[in-house]
């Protein structure tokens, strides 16, 4: 076995494989970039090698400096990880060269499945079924209408070398296509330094099903089921389950067996995953196959209790497989949400910053079985940058069934505290509380389907407002309650019962406008114990009894909340600003004062926040740099007109005037780095 492995990779995954090498007792050898000089995984390791530089180009993508840094510290193995160089077939190849293994699948193999084309080519050969579409480059826009003519619409067109959701284009028709076309070769050209591009069908609504397998370097190959990883957005992944609701074993164990004839055709050996997706008749199809570790493969460990990193080390170090088809069994049911810097409200546009607070729940198995787990690469005080991925955490939950396993996840993100940087956890917790995710009845249109005008947080119920108004009160009272007993005198709220009457006005947290429709009354007593009673309405008996949970370690508020003897849990953000109270739970966002009657009666006397009008302004709608610009001053523009793209995180993002007018002025050029909603341009009236 390995005394010592070196793992060429940054962020949770850098640490998820420190975990197993040390519980392995094998030592490890941290690399890093020059903007990681104080990061998690280089303190968890047990020795670090600067590469220098700052983007991945000059950093993790060095694999000269890698194999230098192993013969430097005498690692005797390397294992990539996923993205950078874990499915470069190069970097394989040199590794073996230099005497160091790699604790991955072989070049080959590598080389094979790294390239769209070629892999679907190989599938189809070995039997396995696949999109229907064209196995070829395409060479002019011409060549590329004229093919999706014939496979027919819609058509999806993608990088051959393409990976990460980049470099692929649906076109509903021939008008789309040289558009897509330009677009998809851009970004392939940009992001893989490789623009060829294949066009195959898109198949309408279906899930993206992947089947991870295990091979030994003796010819042994089995698999360990499904993950379906339908959630997505802008066609990667960001919550991922397995198994499947929606896979029978019969097809379950046909998808099986087309992955492993696929790995059967390389020669595959180490942990890897072949993706398909699968109609709604659960016909499956071949889209690719990743030689390497997967993002998601938590969700697999934990229903079958097998650590995939320990297992790829023991394949690398030509160990046989362990178990035999026979023994992997599911074992209850397990979730993942990726944990994201970037703004659901404004199309998940990236986001950046230092991480001011960060207090993820903790990693446990619950008095109720369930299990939360946390992959994570960054602690308080780090900075979410430019330069990597902005996946911030992966977030896991397991429990007995499907529910179990949703219920863990949704306290598990309400627990999660994170500030200074912008993230997806009010999307990921809408999410767990949909219908629709919770039917099981998900597809990769979920996210466009149920937020077709994107997302704009959620609505609470009436049920649950009256709730969360309600806590608000009590936390407003308690504070005032609590500010009167510092002082000497005793002015202590009195106890009559005009005192105890409070008004929740909830109002728009930007303007302050309040609707009086909406206001919700209550009576409200704090008894000794520091708990609540509570009536709303007032004059109605209702029995509503309100714990604050006070822990002094988590900026959560726990509260328990119990009215005719059904309690509810409440784990939810709360602060005052000024005279204002705001309210953070599961992508609900309550903004409200608590007010005695007699001053709530006057609320329609105050004045109002103006806000600035922005519509005639192009706002950038995240950091990245203005790549083209198709426009000049004094222009005339029509709806629809791609005014300027912006690239961000290697994506490119079009973005489009919304009605006819007037470029009035323009602030930025090509080649500017753009921060969030500085200004582009300006718009003045067409005539
Ligand atoms: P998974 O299928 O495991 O979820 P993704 O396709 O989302 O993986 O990609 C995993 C990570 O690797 C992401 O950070 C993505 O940006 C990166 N990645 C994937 N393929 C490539 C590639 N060909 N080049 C660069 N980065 C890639
Ligand atoms: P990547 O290498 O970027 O992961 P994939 O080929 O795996 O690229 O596709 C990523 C996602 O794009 C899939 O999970 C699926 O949601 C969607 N997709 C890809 N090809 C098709 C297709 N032909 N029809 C419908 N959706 C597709
Ligand atoms: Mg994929």
Redesign the pocket.
Known sequence: MFKKILIANRGEIACRIIHTARKMGIATVAVYSDADRAAKHVQLADEAVALGGMTAQDSYLQADKIIAACHETGAQAVHPGYGFLSEQAGFAAALETADIAFIGPPANAIAAMGD?IESKKLAKAAGVST?P?HIGVIATAEEAVKIADEIGYPV?I?ASA???????R?AHSSGEVADGYATAMREAASSFGDDRVFI?????S?R?IEIQILADKSGNCIHLNERE??I?RR???IIEEAPSPFLDDATRQAMGTEAIWLAAAVDYYSAGTV?F?VDGDRNF?F??M?TRLQVEHPVTEMITGLDLVEEMILIAAGKTLRHKQIDIGIHGWAMESRLYAEDPYRNFMPAIGRLSLYRPPAEQTHDDGTITRNDTGVGEGDVISIYYDPMIAKLCSWGCDRNAAIGRMQTALDAFTMRGVGHNIPFLSAVMEHDRFISGNIT?AFIDEEYQDGFCGVTASPARKRHLGMIMAAAAYDEMYRLASLETAPTHPRHDDNSNRQIVQFANADTGAHDADEDLEIGIIRANDGSFNITAPPEVETNIHLVFDRDPSHPRLHVVLTEDGETSEYLCELWRQQDRWHLYYRGISLCAHVRAPHIAALAHHMKLVERPDTSNMLLCPMPGSLIKLFVAEGEIVEAGQTLCIVEAMKMENALIAEKRCKIEKLFSGEGDILSVDATIMTFAAAD
């Open positions: 769209k999109v579409g999806m993608k393409g990976g990460g959701g980049k470099g692929m649906i195959e069908k898109f198949i309408t279906p993206h990883c339908s997505q066609n990667q992944k993706e997706i199809y889209l690719e990743n990769t």
